[in-house]
Nanobody, 120 residues
Framework: VQLQASGGGLVQAGGSLRLSCAASGNFFSITVMGWYRQAPGKGRELVARITRSGSIDYADSVKGRATISRDDAKNTVNLQMNSLKPEDTAVYYC???????????????WGKGTLVTVSS
């Protein structure tokens, strides 16, 4: 699975941005798609994820400010973030979990990451 993310950049605090990610290549069945982020000096953390059935999880830090959506016909996942804060500054990574045929396991696939910088 190849994941191509777009939409990062520099934005002022209080602003908005939309991240998009498209999956391509060979995959069996993508179950969960999501966004993670890694701030300088910190570990990677979940921002939001959405299952094929539409179940959604958000990190507490973005609840009320983020909206995740997916389009399975296009194999895309989007993340709309509003009221951005300087602490949202991070590299954002797209993630897709692809079922391994014949098993109940899934493989994690990652995009290269897109930098989001929120200035105060």
């Amino acid at each position: 699975v190849q994941l191509q993310a777009s939409g990062g950049g520099l934005v002022q605090a209080g602003g908005s941005l939309r991240l998009s990610c498209a999956a391509s290549g060979n995959f069996f069945s993508i179950t969960v798609m999501g966004w993670y982020r890694q701030a300088p000096g910190k570990g990677r953390e979940l921002v939001a994820r959405i299952t094929r059935s539409g179940s959604i999880d958000y990190a507490d830090s973005v609840k009320g400010r983020a909206t995740i959506s997916r389009d399975d016909a296009k194999n895309t996942v989007n993340l709309q973030m509003n009221s951005l804060k300087p602490e949202d500054t991070a590299v954002y990574y797209c993630n897709a979990r692809d079922l391994i045929p014949g098993t109940s396991f899934a493989a994690d696939n990652w995009g290269k990451g897109t930098l989001v910088t929120v200035s105060s």
